[in-house]
């Protein structure tokens, strides 16, 4: 079993639907990293959270340390919020451990 | 300071061949990390030096692999006797050790290997 589980794999929604993106994990973690990642490669750190809640533009992204839980939320969704979408969780220590990745296609 | 630079982008080799790639972190980050990411997967650890000591480094990382931070700046990671299998993006990232983005991770645009 993987360290870190995301749901969905894959997730095609249209313009301006809310999207949830969930994580869970099953070891003890300092902190856990929402990324994205657009064709090419190139990652970009979203949010990192260790306890309640961020929101930066139409992203929210929430974090139950108790449940071991994680969620990535797109607000009023658009074409270029398509990318994968990685979770990652930083272990007692300094390594990320990450999620296999959302591929998110919003179409027009 | 423009983040973390990779160098080269892409390369391509044939089998057998030695390919050396390096990262250039942000400046004053004292750590960095490697990672390889294959077709449809996330990325998985490679290895992470603290200033130029290498603390940690991944059973993924064989023999045939190595890095160094010589100085504590940039880094380099070398692959000898390349296989097909080592055909991945290699992805660096750098962190402050204090201050708000402490733990926070900054990538780099990665290097795509390809090994004919």
């Known amino acids: 079993k993987n360290e870190v589980e995301q749901s969905p794999q894959n997730l095609t929604a249209q313009e301006g639907e809310f999207i949830t993106i969930n994580c869970s994990y099953s070891?003890?973690?300092?902190?856990l990293h929402w990324l994205q990642q657009h064709p090419g490669g190139g990652i970009v750190s979203l949010f990192m959270?260790?306890?309640g809640k961020k929101k930066h533009g139409r992203l929210i992204a929430t974090i139950n340390i108790q449940e071991k839980h994680s969620s990535l939320h797109i607000t009023a969704s658009h074409p270029r919020d398509s990318a994968v979408y990685i979770c990652a969780v930083m272990e007692y220590g300094n390594k990320l451990v990450f999620g296999a990745g959302t591929i998110l296609r919003v179409k027009s | 300071d423009t983040g973390v630079s990779q160098d080269p982008r892409h390369k391509i080799t044939k089998r057998g061949q030695n390919v050396t790639f390096r990262c250039d972190p942000i400046?004053?980050?004292?750590?960095l990390y490697w990672y390889r990411q294959t077709l449809g997967q996330g990325p998985e650890f490679l290895t992470y030096f603290q200033n130029e000591a290498q603390l940690e480094k991944s059973r993924l990382l064989s023999d045939r692999f190595s890095a160094e931070r010589p100085k504590g700046s940039f880094s380099t990671l070398e692959i000898q006797r390349t296989e097909q299998g080592d055909s991945a993006m290699y992805l660096c990232?750098?962190?402050?050790?204090?201050?708000?983005?402490?733990?926070?991770?900054?990538f780099g645009p990665g290097t795509r290997l390809t090994v004919l």
């Open positions: 070891v003890g973690i300092s902190a």
């Open positions: 959270l260790s306890s």
């Open positions: 400046s004053e980050h004292n750590r």
């Open positions: 990232a750098s962190s402050p050790a204090f201050g708000r983005s402490y733990n926070e991770q900054f």
